[in-house]
């Protein structure tokens, strides 16, 4: 299962989920779960002391045209997508106990 994060330095609700998907992703990560970090910010300096700052320690990448957040019709952030093993997306904007209430059905 991997889910595609969308997030920016400067967007405070992204940054004040940050802490779940960490607790998520350490308790899960031996067992299959990945984190895709699809940063939209412009600034790379800011965006690298966030990543550092919050400990986003997964893949993290930065969307500066635009490309990805289009493709995924993203309105706003934070957003993310979590797909099966197929690529299906099978769940949207999971945050906090929602997000670790599906991982515990999908990681029992």
């Known amino acids: 299962y991997v889910m595609i994060d969308f997030w920016a330095a400067w967007c405070q609700p992204c940054r004040k989920e940050n802490p779940n998907l960490v607790e ?6 031996d067992q299959g779960f990945e984190i895709l970090g699809v940063s939209l910010d412009q600034n790379e300096e800011s965006w ?5 700052k919050d400990e986003l320690i997964w893949t993290q990448v930065r969307d500066v045209q635009n490309e990805v957040a289009e493709e ?31 991982l515990s059905k999908l990681f029992p």
Request: proline content about 5%; hydrophobic content about 45%; cysteine-free.
């Open 24 to 29: 998520a992703y350490l308790a899960y990560e």
């Open 48 to 52: 690298l002391k966030a990543v550092e």
């Open 72 to 102: 995924y019709q993203i309105q706003a952030i934070p957003a993310n997508f979590l797909l099966d093993k197929e690529g299906k997306i099978i769940a949207k904007n999971l945050r906090g106990p929602a997000l670790k209430d599906k």
